[in-house]
């Protein structure tokens, strides 16, 4: 299959003409003479640079990859069957089976973008970040979203030794165990899937605390846990995490919400204020 660049350049400008800035989150601001994205803006959702996107939608761009695609559809909000076309057009084959697990309905985005004030987030069952609100990004951090492993809460909580300065160290083993049960049991449901042997392969050959775990078989779905977060502009804040399955089992929707009694709603609005994240993962 062959990239038709003028098609695929016409269809992303149309898709992004008709995506409004509040649909993703954003301010529409006064200044704007179209009522859809600019192309910066789909580029930082998508997570790409702007000089790459700009070339795709003049039609002389290289061709997109698969993972370059999965983060565009999520940001222009495509349905399944766009996403699809956009594959086509760029010369792939449209995904299938558990990879077609990686589109986000467009449903879920919207209501993620209409939980302002609590941290929200869609991971798919290997922990793959595939969407978060605001509020979640400005408290736990942007994630890649075009490298396979990049935006993989597992890989990035085994691979990058920075990334649990963010969280307090007495909390660490058991996130650990949390994470490698959780992705024991999402392997299994996938069992002979590529993309969850690549990525228990590579988990086992950068770290020997996973392969040590992974050795345990523990086996725990997770569906509830409380999580402390150490933010170096509004402090540690304690939260609820709940985890909501969809029907398939393959995404979750993770709300991050305060304990009762606590303080954390009145210091998670200040994050309005103080603005840029930090950090890059989350338990």
Same mark, same amino acid.
């Given at each position: ?25 954003? !301010? /529409?601001? $006064? ?7 600019? *192309?910066?803006? &789909? @580029?930082? =959702?998508?997570?790409?640079? %702007? ?113 649990? !300065? /963010?969280? $307090? ?7 650990? *165990?949390?994470? &490698? @049960?959780? =992705?024991?049991?999402?392997? %299994? ?95």
């Amino acid at each position: 299959m062959t990239i038709d660049r003028p098609q695929l350049s016409a269809f992303l400008r149309r898709c992004r003409d008709r995506v409004r800035p509040q649909d993703v989150g954003l !301010a /529409a601001g $006064p200044r704007r003479r179209a009522p859809g994205l600019r *192309r910066e803006e &789909v @580029a930082q =959702l998508a997570g790409m640079s %702007a000089d790459y996107y700009v070339r795709l939608e003049q039609a002389r761009g290289p061709q997109p990859s698969p993972q370059m695609l999965d983060a565009l559809a999520r940001a222009l909000r495509l349905t399944a069957d766009e996403r699809d076309h956009l594959y086509l057009l760029a010369g792939h084959r449209p995904p299938a089976g558990a990879a077609a697990g990686d589109h986000v309905a467009p449903g879920l985005l919207h209501l993620l973008d209409r939980l302002t004030t609590t941290p929200a987030q869609v991971l798919s069952d290997l922990g793959d970040v595939l969407a978060q609100n605001a509020v979640a990004q400005a408290l736990l951090g942007g994630v890649c979203t075009v490298s396979e492993h990049g935006r993989n809460v597992v890989w990035r909580w085994f691979a990058d030794p920075a990334v649990r !300065a /963010a969280y $307090p160290a007495d909390d660490h083993d058991r996130y650990s *165990r949390m994470h &490698v @049960a959780d =992705l024991r049991a999402a392997t %299994a449901r996938r069992a002979g899937d590529p993309a969850a042997v690549r990525l228990v392969a590579r988990l086992r050959e950068a770290s020997e605390e996973f392969r040590e775990l992974w050795e345990l078989h523990e086996v725990a779905v997770r569906r509830h846990s409380r999580v402390r977060v150490l933010h170096d502009l509004i402090g540690p804040v304690e939260l609820d995490c709940q985890v909501l399955l969809a029907p398939e089992g393959d995404q979750r929707l993770v709300l991050y919400t305060p304990p009762p009694g606590s303080d954390t709603a009145s210091r998670l609005a200040l994050l309005e204020v103080v603005g840029t994240p930090q950090f890059t993962n989350v338990p």
